[in-house]
């Protein structure tokens, strides 16, 4: 019988070495510097310690070949009610999964054969990142079981499971979840598109006296006919103003999704590869470097971007656009995000077109706008494309530049390269450039 008490004196043997511990900033270590939040936030110190006295009891118990500690307690995530995630792996144990009570917390037990993860090392080695039609993509269940397994610490069998953790390529895990993050934001942006083309609003606003304006005693903007940024995700008219008001609701989900999804971009960019999305605050205060706006993003992440309060939709699209790209350049390359130099959009006339979203592969970037069309492009040519965030064209060339050495992908970007890019993709419409504003 596993107890607390007898969990928690199991989980301070240390004499015998069997540890891969995983504190916050080893978690989140990969790509980052002094610039990055790491290390920073609370762990549940006394949780862990008595879910490495428990799987090493069950480890015991079992006769298996090694025990690990998983999920948010082990990444430096869990708090008072995390459940305790242990995987037991042997030779000829049966895959199965079960669930025992220890106090107030629930403990996940997950029994792993040692051949499934052997294949599942080799699934995620050839897992083809090059977009081709015939490529072989990694399923979302084995990138999550790898990365939970690469992030664990092993609480009994370190020489038994070191090897085949060994065989879980970190680089190939970030980008595998960069990507995994990228298609879960567009698909939200898909639909979000979905929601505000133009057959799904209304190409007018509310007459005066629909009981929507100020004068009738309603917040402005509020009530069934919400107004909504078309253009940002279908290049419709501004002026329009939701139909329904389920769809109105709908389409702030798909927008909070795909900004929810952004930021675990930009925190797997940054090597922190839980793959919780709750914890994405929590994961962005400790990762993401000093100048990314968290407070801006949780705040757009909890507001109305319908309602009287000067947000919308454009501003939650904005900035998914820019830590998606963030993640899908320098994070791809594995540049520290403490390169880039403009997280919110400046005031100059270089601006990226709204409802561009990139997709990243082997040797291209592909930036797609839902429901209309795609580029293809460099990666040197999608690094000056995210760099033109209402800057002038000063500017955009000397953040380039200055990134040159950061990647091989970018070692061609000299000042005259950087000036003819900024013309093409001007002319194709990726860059917007007006006047300054004041």
């Not at 940024?229 to 927008?255: K, N, Q």
């Not at 922190?272 to 994405?280: A, E, N, Q, R, S």
């Not at 947000?311 to 350049?329: E, G, H, M, N, Y």
């Amino acid at each position: 019988m596993v107890t607390p008490r007898a969990a928690a004196s199991a989980g301070q043997d240390e004499g015998s070495g069997e540890s891969r511990a995983v504190t916050p900033r080893a978690a989140a270590s990969a790509g980052q510097d002094e610039g990055s939040r790491a290390g920073r936030g609370p762990v549940d110190s006394d949780g862990l310690l008595t879910a490495r006295g428990v799987a090493r009891q069950l480890a015991a118990a079992q006769g298996t070949g090694a025990a690990l500690v998983a999920g948010g307690l082990a990444a430096g995530l869990g708090n008072a009610a995390s459940d305790i995630d242990i995987y037991l792996v042997g030779e000829h144990l049966p895959r199965a999964r079960r669930q025992l009570a220890l106090g107030h917390r629930t403990v996940d037990v997950h029994q792993l054969p040692r051949g499934e993860l052997d294949a599942l090392a080799r699934r995620v080695l050839d897992a083809d990142l090059t977009g081709a039609p015939d490529s072989t993509p990694v399923t979302d269940a084995d990138l999550i079981l790898a990365t939970r397994l690469c992030c664990a610490q092993v609480a009994a069998g370190h020489g038994y499971i070191a090897p085949l953790l060994e065989t879980l390529p970190e680089g190939k895990l970030r980008r595998l979840t960069i990507d995994r993050w990228l298609a879960a934001a567009f698909t939200a942006l898909q639909d979000l598109a979905g929601f505000t083309a133009l057959g799904d609003l209304r190409a007018q606003r509310p007459p005066p006296d629909s009981g929507t304006s100020k004068g009738a005693g309603s917040p402005a903007g509020s009530g069934p006919h919400r107004r909504a940024d078309a253009a940002i995700a279908s290049g419709g008219s501004t002026d329009a103003a939701f139909d329904r008001e389920p769809d109105a609701s709908a389409a702030v989900l798909c927008a909070r999704s795909a900004l929810l999804a952004s930021g675990k971009a930009v925190a797997a960019a940054c090597g922190d590869l839980h793959d919780g999305g709750k914890w994405v605050f929590r994961q962005l205060e400790r990762s993401a470097p000093d100048r990314f706006p968290l407070a801006e993003f949780a705040d757009l992440i909890r507001c109305d971007p319908l309602g009287a309060g000067g947000r919308s939709i454009a501003d939650l699209a904005a900035l998914a656009q820019t830590c998606l790209i963030t993640a899908a350049t320098l994070g791809w390359q594995s540049v520290p995000l403490s390169g880039w130099p403009a997280w919110t959009v400046g005031d100059g006339p270089l601006r990226r077109a709204p409802g561009f979203y990139p997709r990243a592969y082997e040797q291209t970037l592909v930036a797609a706008a839902p429901m209309r069309r795609s580029v293809r492009m460099r990666p040197d040519v999608a690094l000056v494309w995210g760099l033109c965030a209402g800057s002038a064209q000063d500017e955009v060339v000397w953040a380039a530049t200055g990134l040159r050495a950061s990647a091989p992908a970018y070692a061609g970007l000299t000042e005259r390269r950087c000036r003819a890019v900024i013309a093409r993709l001007t002319a194709s419409g990726l860059v917007l450039d007006g006047q300054s504003v004041a």
